[in-house]
């Protein structure tokens, strides 16, 4: 008011708004998404990274990228969060929404330059990313439980971008192998919780000595050298409780007033721990599990009766062990024989450097385990991404039932579908709609640019194909050029693309919501900031 500016935000403010804030924030999470593009796909480059300690790390997978990537700008990292969304619900598709996000906003920005209103383009583009999950739903088919083969060739598409493509085809009958086991069945649907597959890894071998065990693996030792190293027609006995003496909880003191009294508190504590050790002999069991810690006298009277022992297990350890024995953990020494579990064989065997206890031969385990090895920490660990991602894919095909062809094809066919349906809305709107189907092609023009192919002529021949010979054409790599998909075999389950492309739109709707970005920052020394006091322009 008259002509006197008044100034509402702290000192050392920093506020960008309008065009400047909205093209700050699409520059920012485009540059997350072009940092990645290239790791896209079976000719997708791999990236390596080093952090603060030197540990490096080699992948392609785009969750363990971003995570690795550290970011100060508040768009990117609302990017990067979208990459580790799409990991806890689906386990594979990462790379594909951060780069479908970056497509969406540039497609949207030159929208912006044209004037056109966010609001507008936030509405067509809602619009689309429902239609996209109407057409993805028309163009999938369906896929049975004891479908082994489709799981399979699922699992190798989403391996074949991995370190481990060279041995997809042994892999993925690991990886269905593993999700079926643990698969059930409730209210009518089938599950699978691939928490209770346990990965293994240990540097050495190659690949192909990768196995599927059907029981659990424990990086331990038996506890005591006398203990047998491998007993069969195993009897498991689990137990969450120390076989040892605690302590009490308070303080206390014992007055003792000749040796006699020493050795009898002595000879007492001996005697309790022999009854903890005779409990579990009387019991049956010759295999016993321990969460917590096991006194040495325990060890000794086990041994004697060629009991083995583990103590120290991690609880997670433990409740597969159950799942896959059907043992019942038991905090009490009382009735143990009711809680025993079985399998074929409990024992030790060396694996590269160290020590592990294999419990195999378990019937029908609702916990099993996967060794992986591999020749450098690196590869193993690379192996490890992509079964997880794999057994993340076969879990969701069981739930979904639904799959969809690879390669490019969905969006292109999503693309072709939204031209036909921005048709018969208003101009601006119908606009947006627009880009949002060019937005679609980025997924088929990286797979064709990655592979080293023209992504015009590749577009323009999938877009060919699709309009005279259905939905199923998409890119193949190998063989540089537009194939079937179907007759390739090259399945995605359907949840993938799905929570890809609507989770990208989202971000990008709320990337452009954004028109004022107001920034805390404390003033580092003299000088005014931009923007005359305050660091902001004049409100009035």
Not at 121 to 145: D, P, Q
Not at 196 to 212: A, E, F
Not at 391 to 402: E, P, S
Request: with cysteine; proline share 3%.
């Amino acid at each position: 008011m008259y002509g006197q500016p008044v100034y509402i935000l702290k000192e050392g403010t920093e506020r960008t708004r309008g065009k400047d804030a909205q093209r700050n924030n699409i520059t920012a999470a485009r540059a997350v998404s072009e940092a990645i593009r290239s790791a896209l796909g079976p000719k997708g480059m791999d990236k390596m990274l080093i952090d603060n300690f030197g540990d490096t790390t080699v992948t392609n997978d785009g969750a363990t990228i971003l995570k690795e990537i550290e970011v100060s700008h508040p768009a990117a990292k609302f990017v990067i969060d979208l990459a580790k969304t799409q990991d806890q619900e689906t386990g594979d598709g990462t790379t594909t929404v951060v780069v479908i996000a970056g497509e969406l906003l540039k497609q949207a920005e030159d929208l912006l330059d044209l004037d056109i209103h966010p609001s507008s383009i936030i509405e067509g583009y809602k619009l689309a990313r429902f239609k996209a999950e109407e057409i993805l739903n028309e163009m999938s088919k369906e896929v049975a439980f004891d479908d082994v083969e489709t799981l399979k060739f699922v699992s190798q598409t989403s391996m074949s971008s991995k370190i481990i493509s060279g041995e997809k085809e042994a892999m993925s009958e690991i990886v269905v192998e593993a999700v079926k086991a643990v698969a059930e069945e409730k209210k009518g649907e089938m599950f699978a919780d691939i928490d209770n597959i346990q990965i293994q890894k240990k540097k050495g071998g190659s690949l192909v000595d990768t196995q599927l065990i059907d029981g659990i693996i424990l990086d331990k030792e038996f506890v005591h050298t006398d203990m047998p190293k491998k007993i069969e027609n195993a009897k498991l006995l689990l137990i969450d409780k120390g076989l040892e003496l605690s302590k009490t909880e308070i303080d206390a003191k014992i007055n003792i007033t000749s040796p006699d009294q020493i050795q009898a508190f002595l000879d007492n504590e001996h005697e309790m721990l022999k009854e903890m050790a005779d409990k579990i002999v009387e019991s049956g069991a010759n295999v016993v599990l321990c969460q917590k810690g096991i006194d040495d006298i325990v060890q000794h009277y086990l041994a004697k009766k060629g009991i083995s022992a583990v103590r120290r297990i991690k609880k997670s350890d433990m409740e597969k062990l159950a799942k896959a024995t059907g043992a019942k953990i038991t905090t009490s020494l009382e009735d143990l024989g009711k809680f025993l579990g079985k399998a074929q064989i409990a024992e030790e065997k060396s694996i590269g450097d160290d020590n592990m206890i294999f419990i195999t031969g378990c019937t029908n385990p609702k916990a099993v385990s996967i060794i992986i090895r591999g020749g450098t920490e690196m590869i193993v660990n690379e192996a490890e991404r992509a079964i997880h991602d794999a057994l993340c894919v076969v879990r969701q095909v069981i739930h979904d039932k639904k799959v969809v062809p690879g390669g490019g094809a969905p969006e292109i066919r999503i693309s072709q579908k939204l031209n036909e349906f921005a048709m018969g809305h208003t101009s601006k709107v119908q606009l947006a709609i627009e880009k949002f189907a060019k937005a679609m092609e980025i997924i088929p023009r990286t797979l064709a640019e990655n592979a080293g192919l023209d992504p015009i002529d590749v577009l323009s021949e999938l877009h060919v194909q699709h309009a005279k010979n259905g939905h199923v054409y998409g890119v193949n790599p190998f063989a540089a050029k537009v194939d079937d998909m179907a007759k390739l075999n090259v399945w995605e389950p359907i949840s993938v693309k799905n929570q890809a492309i609507s989770s990208a739109a989202e971000a990008a709707e709320m990337i452009l919501r954004i028109d004022d970005v107001i920034a805390a920052k404390e003033l580092s020394g003299g000088g005014m900031p931009p923007g005359g006091p305050g660091g902001m322009d004049e409100d009035y």
